[in-house]
């Protein structure tokens, strides 16, 4: 079965290091999202991507946050200078499209961020 | 704004009773509604989805969840829970009118022996 995966499974980085994170969305899929998850948290939106551009941001999408699908399979997720409070669970998801009867998220694994 | 909640931030049943966890949304569309679990550590599983039809879905592990839309309310029901039921559950909602996905605050199961 097709599936979002994820990696790093695990990162951990020093205050200010920038961080990219990646994601295999499923192959025939076009819709993309970012969502993290602080440890012992809600769920969070971030950010949603259609047809090479942002389709929408949360107010936690900040200017250190980018995403870009730089070669037709991969989506990434960087952020610039990483603080502390942006350790947390990150998960990609994937979705083929939007319309009655789908809009179904397949999420991946997650990635685990830890900043020192 | 649209926002889902779950209004118990933690249960905590015995094994082999009963299991209710809730759920309501706002906003005047009806979403699509998800139900997820994660185990400690873990990614996001999905239990069950409801897109439109028959209210009441069946999903995996034994889980149902019964759409009402008079209540705004989309709650997770299992009959009997077995002590690896133990996780964090999420319910989700899909406004497919803006390609928006919120998830709720979670609600921490405790299986008591």
């Known amino acids: 079965e097709p599936e979002v995966t994820q990696t790093p499974s695990h990162q951990v980085t020093q205050m200010g290091q920038e961080v990219i994170l990646r994601c295999v969305p499923i192959?025939?899929?076009?819709?993309f999202y970012w969502y993290r998850q602080i440890l012992g948290q809600k769920v969070e939106f971030l950010v949603s991507?259609?047809?090479?551009?942002?389709?929408?941001k949360s107010e936690i999408f900040d200017d250190q946050f980018s995403v870009e699908r730089p070669d037709g399979s991969n989506f990434t997720l960087k952020i610039r200078s990483t603080k502390l409070e942006d350790s947390a669970m990150y998960f990609c998801?994937?979705?083929?499209?939007?319309?009655?009867?789908?809009?179904?998220?397949?999420f991946g694994e997650g990635s685990r961020l830890t900043v020192l | 704004a649209q926002s889902v909640t779950q209004p118990d931030i933690h249960i905590t049943v015995s094994e082999g009773a009963s299991l209710e966890l809730r759920c309501n949304y706002s906003?005047?569309?009806?979403?699509?509604l998800f139900w997820y679990v994660q185990s400690p550590g873990q990614g996001l599983q999905l239990l069950l989805k409801?897109?439109?039809?028959?209210?009441l879905v069946q999903g995996i592990k034994g889980f149902e969840a019964e759409f009402k839309r008079s209540q705004s309310s989309f709650n997770l029901r299992k009959p009997s829970v077995h002590w690896s039921d133990a996780a964090e559950y999420f319910c989700?909602?899909?406004?497919?009118?803006?390609?928006?996905?919120?998830f709720g605050a979670g609600t921490r199961l405790t299986v008591k022996p």
């Open positions: 998801a994937s979705s083929p499209h939007t319309g009655v009867g789908t809009g179904e998220l397949f």
């Open positions: 192959s025939n899929h076009l819709y």
């Open positions: 991507f259609y047809n090479n551009e942002i389709s929408e």
């Open positions: 906003y005047g569309a009806t979403p699509y």
């Open positions: 409801y897109f439109s039809g028959d209210t």
């Open positions: 989700a909602a899909f406004w497919y009118n803006n390609n928006d996905m919120r």
